[in-house]
Nanobody, 123 residues
Framework: QVQLMESGGGLVQSGGSLRLSCAASGFNLDYYAMGWFRQAPGKEREKVSCISRYGNRTSYADSVKGRFTISRDDAQMTITLQMNDLKPEDTAVYYC????????????????WGQGTRVTVSS
């Protein structure tokens, strides 16, 4: 079955960097677009970034544009989110997610989620 496992979260100071990884298994990653979402305490979950099936299109939330970069390595079955210049407002649990029927449209609505990895940015 579909399994998504995030890693790489932690505590970092404002201005620092983290690299999140999502290890995918149980499906052919190269058939699907993949997304990263986050949920901050007391807030709704939001889409952070998405990468299309072939990796030729990416999208980012306005709040992270220019700071975060999503990438994929289908051979390694891995999706990565490089996060630079982190800010306290980036503090959240970050989730890797799959919507099998959507190639990163604005309506990307995942059916499959990882367990999340926590990112805390101190000021």
């Amino acid at each position: 079955q579909v399994q998504l496992m995030e890693s790489g979260g932690g505590l970092v100071q404002s201005g620092g960097s983290l690299r999140l990884s999502c290890a995918a298994s149980g499906f052919n990653l190269d058939y699907y677009a993949m997304g990263w979402f986050r949920q901050a305490p007391g807030k709704e979950r939001e889409k952070v970034s998405c990468i299309s099936r072939y990796g030729n299109r990416t999208s980012y939330a306005d709040s992270v544009k220019g700071r975060f970069t999503i990438s994929r390595d289908d051979a390694q079955m891995t999706i990565t989110l490089q996060m630079n210049d982190l800010k306290p407002e980036d503090t959240a649990v970050y989730y890797c997610a799959l919507d099998p029927w959507d190639d990163c449209s604005d309506n990307y609505d995942p059916n499959y989620w990882g367990q999340g990895t926590r990112v805390t940015v101190s000021s």
